[in-house]
């Protein structure tokens, strides 16, 4: 069986870029609308679960301006000291989005000891719940939107920042728990969901880090079966092996070797070598750039072959 025969338009760098950027300004608006809401009614109520929500929204909105610049320099063109590009940037960027995750939890729990060794009420209001039922609503919106974009786009940073937004989306409701038990006079809950809370954002980031470092480490970026299959789909190749690949989702880098028969002209063993790479730009989503070594047929390298056909 091969692979889907009609792949996404894939967009140009400059307008993929820029689309990336509108995305992270739009979501950044969102983020800091319902941080300030929940840190306002949060602070007025002693609700340290709802304080600690409005700095997680707050980050969010951090995360999206690290995003913006890490955007910024990602786009630059390759040049002599960066012949691949500077791709690379935007998973660095999407570790520092991260490391924004890893300060609130910090901030969340030193603040939850702090009410733990005194006395801790919490004031709940009407328009309180009407807050953070506003607020779950927004970001369930910004969640999708972003992830939606994140995929067509094939961009690291939206999908981290989708991820960052769905964790306050849990915490939302766990706040909307701790109100509900604050008015049963149970406000031990408060400082509870606060933990629960700083548990969410430590896994984002958790994700966030572990997608990043599989992009920095050089992690095999695609399925090289895949690839081998594609290959050997070109008439007149008679074996493909040594698949590597690594990348971004959008900017993905490939090689493979490929074996024809020892009698094939050099001319026509160039011409089958770009009738596969075009193949695997056009069936593979986000590969950008195919280098391929032709052998004669019966020759391996003394090198680890990856995705033997």
Request: glycine content about 6%; some cysteine; proline content about 4%.
């Amino acid at each position: 069986m091969t692979a889907a025969t009609s792949p996404p338009t894939r967009l140009p760098a400059g307008q993929r870029d820029r689309q990336v950027a509108t995305v992270l300004w739009r979501v950044m608006f969102l983020n800091l609308l319902v941080a300030v809401l929940k840190l306002i009614f949060g602070f007025l109520s002693g609700a340290l679960s709802m304080v600690a929500d409005g700095f997680h929204s707050t980050l969010d909105a951090s995360s999206n301006v690290v995003g913006l610049i890490g955007m910024r320099v990602a786009k630059k063109e390759p040049d002599q000291d960066h012949p691949y590009g500077h791709r690379k940037f935007e998973a660095l960027a999407a570790l520092g989005i991260s490391l924004f995750l890893f300060i609130t939890c910090y901030e969340i729990l030193t603040s939850v000891i702090g009410r733990f060794r005194g006395t801790h009420r919490v004031e709940v209001h009407v328009v309180t719940f009407v807050v953070m039922v506003f607020t779950v609503g927004v970001n369930l919106v910004v969640t999708r939107y972003e992830r939606r974009q994140g995929d067509r786009l094939r961009s690291l940073i939206l999908l981290a920042d989708a991820r960052h937004t769905q964790s306050d989306v849990f915490a939302s409701l766990g706040v909307i728990a701790s109100l509900v038990a604050a008015l049963l006079h149970v406000f031990v809950i408060d400082l509870v969901v606060a933990v629960m809370i700083a548990g969410f954002i430590a896994y984002s980031g958790y994700i966030i880090v572990s997608s990043a470092f599989s992009v920095l480490a050089d992690a095999q970026a695609v399925d090289p079966q895949e690839v081998v299959r594609i290959a050997m789909e070109v008439d007149g190749v008679t074996e493909a092996h040594r698949v590597r690949s690594r990348g971004l989702p959008d900017d993905i880098h490939l090689d493979l070797h490929l074996h024809v028969p020892p009698d094939m002209t050099i001319a026509r063993a160039h011409q089958l070598a770009h009738e596969a790479s075009d193949r695997i730009r056009d069936r593979i989503r986000g590969v950008t750039d195919v280098v391929i070594h032709v052998e004669p047929e019966g020759e391996h390298e003394d090198d680890p072959a990856v995705g033997e056909s």
